[in-house]
């Protein structure tokens, strides 16, 4: 994977925990157009971008440890003995065919970003919730957009994680079936001779 790609799969998923990030400062300090006009400005758009990126750091690697603690072993059992094997057979793929490496990739590339969006719906729901309780509590339309937003929001979050789960386990069926082709293709080669 390059390090461009790598660079934008982060700043995706930073995105996602700018909104919620901002969503709770809102609730807490309240909305000032003034300084939203201040943090909107073109000067301040490499700081926002290394936060955003840095964000994206930081949730990638906090959606990666719940989620592989909620399910990860489960997923891995699916189509593993044990992590060692996934391990060896991955090792297999990345050092014997640069095609399959670069599918890999691309694939972990989308589950690492539908990971980060599944744990940040849900984190954005609760924001919203919290600014909306906090600074329009009278307001007639705060309870409509609260319930409205937190449904649209978790559904989302669902659905990210269905999409993750997915890209997952057909990594491992994948990764399974193409190391065990490799081992296939190797020992023919050994029978036969060079084509």
């Given amino acids: 994977m390059s390090t461009t790609n790598l660079f934008v799969e982060l700043i995706v998923i930073g995105v996602g925990a700018t909104a919620w990030v901002v969503l709770l400062v ?29 964000l994206g750091i930081v949730m990638d690697r906090l959606s990666d440890m719940l989620l ?41 590339s989308r589950m690492r970003i539908c990971r980060g969006w599944a744990v940040n719906w849900f984190l954005i729901a609760l924001a919203l919730d919290v600014l909306l309780i906090a600074r329009f509590p009278e307001k007639s339309w705060s309870l409509y957009l609260g319930f409205s937003g937190t449904a649209v929001l978790l559904l989302l979050s669902f659905a990210t994680w269905i999409s993750w789960r997915r890209l997952v386990l057909n990594e491992y069926r994948k990764i399974r079936e193409q190391a065990d ?10 029978e036969t001779g060079p084509a």
């Fill in 26 to 54: 809102l609730a807490l300090i309240g909305v000032d157009k003034g300084v939203l006009e201040q943090i909107l400005q073109p000067a301040v758009a490499l700081p926002v971008l290394a936060f955003v990126y840095v």
């Fill in 68 to 108: 592989e603690k909620l399910w990860g072993e489960g997923f891995l059992s699916a189509s593993f003995k044990s992590r060692a094997e996934y391990y060896r057979d991955r090792r297999l793929i990345l050092t014997h065919s640069e095609r399959l490496s670069d599918l890999l990739e691309y694939g972990r």
């Fill in 181 to 190: 082709f490799i081992e296939l293709a190797a020992r023919q080669e050994k």
